[in-house]
């Protein structure tokens, strides 16, 4: 049985095992590269442990997907979602995005935002089930494409 839970600074290298393969399954979806990130330290991945709200599913021991939180005042911003490929079409985005929305309720957050590589119609669709609206709001990113900002706002239960 597949199991949601947040990540604590004793994950780092549960982290960074997960991150790397992300990167390297799925290099244009994300902001960064495998090769930069090989190169981060112990303490480097402890820090981002305790700065920001990283959640993994995990299949028995091992990490399947991972989606991060980062916090800001009124809108947390949801990155680095990746979903191992034999794991896909199981509802674990929508699982990590639950997981991100509820410590963001928890801090007073009135939406979480997220941003897709235009071409990712996979993700986008999912996302879209899930609830996020298109801003209109986009970017390109150097070597990587365009990316498009997308909104879901939080409801108090």
């Known amino acids: 049985m597949v199991h949601v839970r947040r990540l604590t ?20 979806n994300f902001g960064s590269l495998v090769a930069v990130e090989r190169t981060k330290s112990d303490d480097d991945w402890r820090a981002w442990l305790a700065e920001r709200a990283w959640f993994a599913a ?15 005042a009124a809108e947390w911003l949801v990155f680095s979602m990746w979903v191992a490929p034999q794991m896909r079409g199981h509802g674990l985005a929508a699982r990590l995005i ?29 996302y879209e089930r899930i609830g996020f609206v298109r801003t209109g709001d986009s970017e390109d990113v150097p070597g990587k494409g365009r990316r498009h900002l997308m909104r879901l706002a939080l409801t108090r239960e």
């Open 9 to 28: 600074p004793g994950d780092a290298l549960v982290l960074r095992e997960i991150r790397l393969r992300a990167l390297a399954d799925t290099p244009e």
């Open 58 to 72: 995990f299949d028995g021991d091992t990490a399947v997907a991972l989606a991060c939180g980062w916090a800001g």
């Open 98 to 126: 639950d997981a991100v929305r509820a410590a963001a309720r928890e801090t007073g957050a009135q939406a979480i935002a997220l941003h897709v590589f235009e071409g990712n119609d996979r993700a986008r669709r999912v």
